[in-house]
């Protein structure tokens, strides 16, 4: 497996290797089916997640590996939720909805502690991350907006995106160029997954005000 670690070619100067560019490629092809609302999203989020973990793991990003394993994990769970929730919609899929605003209040909650949290043990031990403080905010950042997700929340690429405002500078000053590149066209997706997620919220919450007033 050190192929996946070893250069593929340049561009513009930058040194993209195997395994930043195969697991970036597979990350969009999982977000672009997560806005087709396919379960299928979260397969491929497994296996985008296991190749950059090698990637990180090797370049000493604790925090953007450890990143990786929590993505694992909360695929897992984003497999298993949608696995029940299949045929909510009127389409078969997964049905999409906003967060209450209770549940918003605890995403930022949870944003904002575990970043303070991870950003402080990447601090206390440097050894763990060479940028703590923005390590941590993607790490936490992504496993609130996969969470999101996971339980058909429109919020969950508003997250994406203030997730990717920091993702793009650090992977392209960490050296992962492909990741930087492959970041800017997650912005492009994350907008256009967030208007359809948005449109069919608000089409899957029409009729429900239609019966309220009948």
């Not at 949608?82 to 909650?109: C, H, M, P």
């Not at 502690?113 to 905010?137: E, H, K, N, Q, R």
């Amino acid at each position: 497996m050190n192929w996946l670690n070893s250069q593929a070619f340049t561009l513009f100067g930058q040194h993209i290797i195997w395994s930043d560019m195969i697991g970036n490629v597979i990350g969009l092809i999982a977000l672009a089916l997560g806005w087709r609302r396919s379960i299928w999203t979260w397969p491929a989020q497994l296996v985008s997640g296991a190749i950059l973990l090698t990637a990180f793991a090797t370049a000493h990003l604790s925090g953007s590996a450890g990143k990786q394993l929590v993505v694992i994990v909360v695929a897992l769970f984003g497999w298993w939720q949608w696995n029940r929730g299949k045929g909510q919609a009127q389409d078969g899929s997964i049905a999409v909805r906003f967060a209450t605003w209770r549940e918003r209040g605890y995403l930022i909650g949870a944003a904002a502690l575990g970043t303070l949290a991870v950003g402080g043990l990447f601090t206390a031990f440097p050894t763990l991350s060479w940028d703590p403080w923005p390590d941590a905010y993607i790490f936490v950042g992504t496993v609130v907006a996969m969470y999101a997700q996971a339980r058909g929340m429109v919020e969950f690429w508003f997250a994406w995106l203030l997730v990717d405002a920091v993702g793009v500078p650090l992977n392209f000053a960490n050296g992962f160029a492909f990741s930087g590149f492959v970041y800017v066209i997650y912005g492009a997706l994350v907008l256009w997954g967030m208007r359809d997620w948005w449109l069919r919220s608000r089409a899957a919450t029409a009729p429900a005000l239609e019966g309220a007033h009948a």
